[in-house]
């Protein structure tokens, strides 16, 4: 006869919801969340399935005068690996006549942009599905100290995170793993990836807001670490017949310095939303043979213009991004100028319960596309049916790296 044995971590997942329930009832906590299933197929080969995933996702808050808190822990199960436990968000925020502090782990959303990231740099990105996740669950909570200082309808926001938090990338064998192209295989030393956490390595942002009858405006600045590793690339070279034997590549962080902003105002019936952001000191990997590590440092803008407009009850958005490298080299593998272009349309029907949309990528430079139309219906209260497609074209480029990928998805979800 089979023991049965129950872990720790298990028996603590199996308790969680009971003890939040009964802390709820007796002390007025209020508790919101949702459970949802997510199951995508892949529409080429043998349409294996590109995820299966159950979620628990649950909110917990209470407000008592000057204090509030918030806890958000959410379980990802998947049928062939281990379960994810974690915390999303778990913040204090203590209110003064002028003032909100807000201390512990917490998603900061800064910014203009649709699915893009320019000035909403504070919380790193969670890529494992390369951009596929809600957008609430791509950018990761971190730990940090904010402050708001209010001025009639200005706004001063300073955050400070005391440790260094990288992005996210799909594991090794995920579909999702982004190419690169090495001319021999490489051999990977992640010695030099290591942020000690330490006060002289923490990062600081700093935000204006104003909101104006003409104009909804933000700058921000801010001293941080690049979130995405810089790959340097030392090679061992043959002396007798010069040709590459080896080579090793180092993940490196580097320390950026930030400053820009965003902007939002009304014209007639459209909306002109601008954001942008001047990057100081980035890493760019270069053939130059001449560079021991094979990067160079550089300085880069990266911007947006949106316009939204209504027709026939039909929301429609369209922003053209442009990544720039100034003082631009021809060694630099990327593009001086990297271009792309999002185009969103939504319409609600019967009474707001039906939701179609569609949502577009598409990189000017090489061609590709992600495109991603999806239908959501209120099925009852609380209970939401979608049904979707993720679909890649091109073969080069951010989005023609995934032709391979295109799925179909539903997600059945109930939110309480």
Same mark, same amino acid.
């Given at each position: 006869?089979?023991?049965?044995?129950?872990?720790?971590?298990?028996?603590?997942?199996?308790?969680?919801?009971?003890?939040?329930?009964?802390?709820?009832?007796?002390?007025?906590?209020?508790?919101?969340?949702?459970? =949802?299933?997510?199951? +995508?197929?892949?529409?080429?080969?043998?349409?294996?399935?590109? &995820?299966? @995933?159950?979620?628990?996702?649950?909110?917990?808050? @209470?407000?008592?005068?000057?204090?509030?808190?918030?806890?958000?822990?959410?379980?990802?199960? %998947?049928?062939?690996?281990?379960?994810?436990?974690?915390?999303?968000?778990?913040?204090?925020?203590? %209110? *003064?006549?002028?003032?909100?502090?807000? &201390?512990?782990?917490?998603?900061?959303?800064?910014?203009?942009?649709?699915?893009?990231?320019?000035?909403?740099?504070?919380?790193?990105?969670?890529?494992?599905?390369?951009?596929?996740?809600?957008?609430?669950?791509?950018? /990761?909570?971190?730990?940090?100290?904010?402050?708001?200082? $209010?001025?009639?309808?200005?706004?001063?926001?300073?955050?400070?995170?005391?440790?260094?938090?990288?992005?996210? *990338?799909?594991?090794?064998?995920?579909?999702? =793993?982004?190419?690169?192209?090495?001319?021999?295989?490489?051999?990977?030393?992640?010695?030099?990836?290591?942020?000690?956490?330490?006060?002289?390595?923490?990062?600081?942002?700093?935000?204006?807001?104003?909101?104006?009858?003409?104009?909804?405006?933000?700058? /921000?600045?801010?001293?941080?670490?690049?979130?995405?590793?810089?790959?340097?690339?030392?090679? @061992?070279?043959?002396?007798?017949?010069?040709?590459?034997?080896?080579?090793?590549?180092?993940?490196?962080?580097?320390?950026?310095?930030?400053?820009?902003?965003?902007?939002?105002?009304?014209?007639?019936?459209?909306? #002109?939303? +601008?954001?942008?952001?001047?990057?100081?000191?980035? %890493?760019?990997?270069?053939?130059?043979?001449?560079?021991?590590?094979?990067?160079?440092?550089?300085?880069?803008?990266?911007?947006?213009?949106?316009?939204?407009?209504?027709?026939?009850?039909?929301?429609?958005?369209?922003?053209? &991004?442009? @990544?720039?490298?100034?003082?631009?080299?021809?060694?630099?593998?990327?593009?001086?100028?990297?271009?792309?272009?999002?185009?969103?349309?939504? =319409?609600?029907?019967?009474?707001?319960?039906?939701? #179609?949309?569609?949502?577009?990528? $598409?990189?000017?430079?090489?061609?590709?596309?992600?495109? =991603?139309?999806?239908?959501?219906?209120?099925?009852?209260?609380?209970?939401?049916?979608?049904? +979707?497609?993720?679909?890649?074209?091109?073969?080069?480029?951010?989005? +023609?790296?995934?032709?391979?990928?295109? /799925?179909? $998805?539903?997600?059945?979800? $109930?939110?309480?």
């Amino acid at each position: 006869m089979k023991k049965f044995r129950l872990s720790l971590k298990a028996a603590a997942l199996l308790a969680l919801p009971l003890l939040l329930a009964t802390t709820a009832w007796a002390q007025s906590v209020s508790l919101t969340g949702y459970v =949802r299933n997510y199951t +995508g197929v892949l529409l080429h080969g043998d349409h294996e399935y590109s &995820i299966i @995933q159950n979620t628990f996702n649950l909110n917990v808050e @209470q407000s008592k005068g000057k204090v509030a808190f918030k806890v958000n822990p959410y379980i990802y199960q %998947y049928p062939d690996l281990p379960m994810e436990f974690k915390l999303r968000e778990a913040y204090l925020d203590i %209110y *003064f006549n002028t003032v909100d502090l807000r &201390i512990g782990k917490q998603q900061i959303i800064w910014g203009k942009a649709d699915g893009v990231f320019i000035t909403d740099i504070v919380s790193p990105k969670d890529l494992s599905e390369f951009l596929l996740r809600d957008f609430d669950e791509i950018r /990761m909570g971190v730990t940090a100290l904010k402050a708001d200082y $209010y001025i009639g309808d200005n706004t001063f926001e300073f955050v400070w995170l005391p440790t260094f938090t990288p992005t996210v *990338f799909p594991p090794e064998g995920s579909i999702w =793993r982004p190419r690169r192209a090495f001319p021999i295989p490489p051999k990977f030393d992640y010695s030099r990836s290591r942020v000690t956490p330490s006060l002289e390595n923490s990062e600081v942002f700093g935000k204006f807001s104003a909101l104006t009858s003409l104009v909804d405006l933000e700058l /921000m600045a801010g001293y941080a670490w690049d979130d995405d590793p810089t790959m340097h690339a030392v090679k @061992q070279i043959d002396p007798a017949t010069h040709r590459l034997v080896g080579l090793t590549i180092y993940p490196e962080y580097h320390r950026l310095t930030i400053g820009g902003g965003s902007f939002s105002t009304t014209l007639g019936p459209f909306v #002109l939303r +601008g954001e942008g952001a001047y990057y100081h000191g980035k %890493y760019f990997n270069s053939n130059d043979p001449r560079l021991p590590e094979s990067v160079v440092k550089k300085n880069y803008l990266h911007y947006l213009l949106g316009l939204d407009y209504t027709l026939w009850d039909i929301h429609l958005s369209g922003q053209f &991004i442009q @990544q720039r490298i100034l003082d631009y080299d021809d060694y630099i593998v990327q593009d001086e100028n990297t271009n792309m272009g999002t185009f969103l349309a939504s =319409r609600d029907f019967l009474n707001e319960t039906l939701n #179609l949309q569609l949502f577009v990528y $598409y990189g000017f430079n090489n061609n590709d596309a992600l495109i =991603r139309p999806k239908l959501t219906y209120d099925l009852a209260d609380g209970f939401e049916v979608l049904v +979707g497609a993720n679909i890649f074209t091109g073969t080069e480029g951010w989005f +023609g790296q995934y032709d391979n990928n295109d /799925m179909i $998805y539903t997600k059945l979800k $109930y939110s309480f």
